[in-house]
T-cell receptor, first 115, second 113 residues
Framework: EPEVTQTPSHQVTQMGQEVILRCVPI?????FYWYRQILGQKVEFLVS????????KSEIFDDQFSVERPDGSNFTLKIRSTKLEDSAMYFC?????????????FGDGTRLSIL | QKEVEQDPGPLSVPEGAIVSLNCTYS??????FMWYRQYSRKGPELLMY????GNKEDGRFTAQVDKSSKYISLFIRDSQPSDSATYLC?????????????FGKGTKLSVKP
């Protein structure tokens, strides 16, 4: 069964450094998302992306964050200047199209550790 | 008032038991309701996806949505040790394709052989 793949599985970065998290969504999906889960807390929505632009973003997704679909298969999340509080699991998700019975499918996440 | 509330457990049951997992929510505009299963160090895996009120069954899993009470449930029949995981409820205003999902905190389930 097709799946969402994320790399790396674990990223360790010094505070203040830039980090790029990568995702390969399911191939015929058109909607892409990033969520994060801080240890012991809920999964939280960050951003959704469709047709090469952001369709919705949360308050968490500030100017330090950006997303990009650089080619036909990858979807990336960049954090420009990481903070300690950015340490979390970051999940990428994708879905086919608008309408019923088109749920979001998640990857296994990237664990981001900021030192 | 939190948007989606879910008892974090942990919940421990013997193999073969019927498990009932629940979430309540405050926003009556939610239309789409999902249950995800999350194993340790893995991403959420979709189990059930329901639109509006009613029941949906898939194998040993049954999802129920009661919009009048703002209450959703997941039942697992004949539970197995492999069902041991954290179960997340999620909901959205729009279709799952475009809407951002609001998650509960998750209920950690342990099924003992």
């Amino acid at each position: 069964e097709p799946e969402v793949t994320q790399t790396p599985s674990h990223q360790v970065t010094q505070m203040g450094q830039e980090v790029i998290l990568r995702c390969v969504p399911i191939s015929n999906h058109l909607y892409f998302y990033w969520y994060r889960q801080i240890l012991g807390q809920k999964v939280e929505f960050l951003v959704s992306f469709y047709n090469n632009e952001i369709s919705e973003k949360s308050e968490i997704f500030d100017d330090q964050f950006s997303v990009e679909r650089p080619d036909g298969s990858n979807f990336t999340l960049k954090i420009r200047s990481t903070k300690l509080e950015d340490s979390a699991m970051y999940f990428c998700a994708s879905s086919k199209r608008v309408g019923q019975d088109q749920p979001q499918h998640f990857g296994d996440g990237t664990r981001l550790s900021i030192l | 008032q939190k948007e989606v509330e879910q008892d974090p457990g942990p919940l421990s049951v013997p193999e073969g038991a019927i498990v009932s997992l629940n979430c309540t929510y405050s926003n009556s505009a939610f239309q789409y309701f999902m249950w995800y299963r999350q194993y340790s160090r893995k991403g959420p895996e979709l189990l059930m996806y329901t639109y509006s009120s009613g029941n949906k069954e898939d194998g040993r899993f049954t999802a129920q949505v009661d919009k009048s009470s703002k209450y959703i449930s997941l039942f697992i029949r004949d539970s197995q040790p492999s069902d041991s995981a954290t179960y997340l409820c999620a909901m959205s205003l729009y279709g799952g394709s475009q809407g951002n999902l609001i998650f509960g905190k998750g209920t950690k389930l342990s099924v003992k052989p």
